[in-house]
T-cell receptor, first 112, second 113 residues
Framework: GQQLNQSPQSMFIQEGEDVSMNCTSSSIFNTWLWYKQEPGEGPVLLIALYKAGELTSNGRLTAQFGITRKDSFLNISASIPSDVGIYFCAGQETGANSKLTFGKGITLSVRP | NAGVMQNPRHLVRRRGQEARLRCSPM?????VYWYRQLPEEGLKFMVY????????ESGMPKERFSAEFPKEGPSILRIQQVVRGDSAAYFC???????????FGPGTRLTVT
């Protein structure tokens, strides 16, 4: 079945630094989404991308939908301690209202 | 505007018992999805429902698991005769009719003893 690859499993950065996370797929997705999950909670939607090449920002977060439709990246600028959490990419195969395929997530730690 | 609600948040069952997990979608959302998450893993799709219809159950185990989304009331994920391997976090998500974004509830953490 479909698989999304996120690596490394963990990232450690200093407060104030920028960080970039990549997500790749063996097949094409029509929509890419990035979620953040904190311990004991459900994933929270950060950014949704709908078109190949699209670049979208949400505050200090910027995400891009790769032109091949097989990858996406998320960038966090000027990190702060509350950025700590697990960041998941998710792809949606067809149009609206179909299942999401998730990567395994990247655990981000921010040193003050 | 309340988000997706799930209850209970934590559920402990002995092997062989039944587990019932409930999900109320966001107001105005008519699509419900259930996902399962094992420790240090991503979420795995189980089933997608609209009111009174199962649209896609390709991720649902063939036995012991069932889901419904009745005309009135919450969506229910039911696991019969639970086994230890069913222990996981179960998340419900909902989406509006017009968009692909899925919004997740806080999850139900099922522990089978």
């Amino acid at each position: 079945g479909q698989q999304l690859n996120q690596s490394p499993q963990s990232m450690f950065i200093q407060e104030g630094e920028d960080v970039s996370m990549n997500c790749t797929s063996s097949s094409i997705f029509n929509t890419w989404l990035w979620y953040k999950q904190e311990p004991g909670e459900g994933p929270v939607l950060l950014i949704a991308l709908y078109k190949a090449g699209e670049l979208t920002s949400n505050g200090r977060l910027t995400a891009q939908f790769g032109i091949t439709r097989k990858d996406s990246f998320l960038n966090i600028s000027a990190s702060i301690p509350s950025d700590v959490g697990i960041y998941f990419c998710a792809g949606q195969e067809t149009g609206a209202n179909s299942k999401l395929t998730f990567g395994k997530g990247i655990t981000l730690s921010v040193r003050p | 505007n309340a988000g997706v609600m799930q209850n209970p948040r934590h559920l402990v069952r002995r092997r062989g018992q039944e587990a019932r997990l409930r999900c109320s979608p966001m107001k105005g959302h008519s699509h419900v999805y259930w996902y399962r998450q094992l420790p240090e893993e991503g979420l795995k799709f189980m089933v997608y429902l609209q009111k009174e219809n199962i649209i896609d159950e390709s991720g649902m185990p063939k036995e012991r698991f069932s889901a419904e989304f009745p005309k009135e009331g919450p969506s229910i994920l039911r696991i019969q005769q639970v086994v230890r391997g069913d222990s996981a976090a179960y998340f419900c998500a909902s989406s509006p009719r017009t968009g692909p974004e899925q919004y997740f509830g806080p999850g139900t953490r099922l522990t089978v003893t």
